[in-house]
């Protein structure tokens, strides 16, 4: 049957031997790495390392050229690599901070059990305003990748950057493939103050993450999806938790 279209008659053909795909009602066909490309909506390289990690074959770097040495130039993989290393932070915060007692609190109290927390590696910021800048280190440009990701807001008066999220419980908000992209943060009862912002405040637009072509939840939900041709569209974070915690 043909991903594509809603016709239950079997309509999409797979040739061994071309290594290649087509469907007559889409008539849309092509190779094995545009089947993925349009299957995940990724560009070519994207599906190239999907590709490549199933069958066990490492990729050789990107080439680099003068303009890509650039000081102001920032690859995806580092910013992947930083989005990861802040969710690790702020899932271990929450576990087992002193700090995050209210967050744990919150969730308690929400009947939300730590197995769903841990599946989907919620976490917490503490209400500091460099929490997360001061784990990154001091140096320059370890604040620069955490800007380009929207985890660290530059200064308006004066040098250095603070912190995005301060005092809020944090989601993180994964791609197709599982990969955590951007974050988004909730503000605590307990913690919110004249001061606190928005109830709710997300990851900025950045290279990795555009958030009209996000769902949260969908990279769990994607092959049941694919396979009931159904789909359950959540309000909120928690919503979209408490159904997977309750099957």
Same mark, same amino acid.
């Given at each position: 049957l043909c991903p594509w279209h809603d016709d239950s008659r079997p309509s999409l053909q797979v040739n061994p031997e071309r290594q290649s795909y087509k469907c007559w009602a889409c008539d849309i066909g092509g190779d094995i790495f545009s089947f993925v490309m349009r299957m995940e909506n990724l560009d070519f390289r994207e599906a190239l390392e999907v590709l490549a990690e199933r069958a066990g074959i490492s990729?050789? !770097?990107?080439?680099? /050229?003068?303009?890509?040495? /650039?000081?102001g130039t920032i690859d995806k993989q580092?910013?992947?690599r930083a989005v990861a290393w802040a969710e690790e932070l702020y899932h271990r915060c929450l576990l087992e901070a002193p700090e995050a007692q209210p967050a744990r609190d919150y969730l308690a109290e929400g009947q939300i059990n730590e197995q769903i927390v841990r599946d989907f590696q919620w976490g917490f910021a503490p209400q500091q305003w460099?929490?997360?800048? @001061?784990?990154?280190? /001091?140096?320059?440009? #370890? /604040?620069?990748?955490?800007?380009? =990701?929207? $985890? +660290?807001?530059?200064?308006?008066?004066?040098?250095?950057?603070y912190d995005r999220f301060r005092g809020r419980l944090i989601f993180p908000i994964r791609d197709i493939r599982g990969r955590p992209?951007?974050?988004?943060? *909730? =503000?605590? !009862?307990?913690?919110?103050?004249?001061?606190?912002?928005? @109830?709710?405040?997300?990851? !900025?637009?950045? !290279?990795?993450?555009? #958030?009209? *072509?996000?769902?949260?939840? $969908?990279?769990?939900? @994607?092959? +049941? =999806?694919?396979?009931?041709? @159904? $789909?359950? =569209?959540?309000?909120?974070?928690?919503?979209?938790?408490?159904? &997977?915690? &309750?099957?």
């Open positions: 990729l050789q !770097p990107r080439p680099t /050229s003068a303009a890509n040495d /650039s000081p580092t910013m992947f460099d929490w997360l800048l @001061k784990q990154s280190g /001091s140096a320059p440009e #370890k /604040s620069t990748v955490l800007e380009r =990701v929207g $985890l +660290a807001v530059r200064r308006e008066a004066g040098d250095g950057y992209i951007a974050f988004g943060g *909730r =503000v605590l !009862p307990q913690l919110a103050g004249d001061n606190a912002g928005a @109830k709710y405040i997300n990851t !900025p637009e950045t !290279p990795l993450f555009s #958030k009209s *072509r996000e769902f949260y939840g $969908l990279d769990r939900a @994607k092959d +049941a =999806v694919a396979a009931s041709r @159904k $789909l359950i =569209v959540m309000e909120g974070y928690t919503d979209c938790l408490m159904a &997977h915690q &309750h099957g």
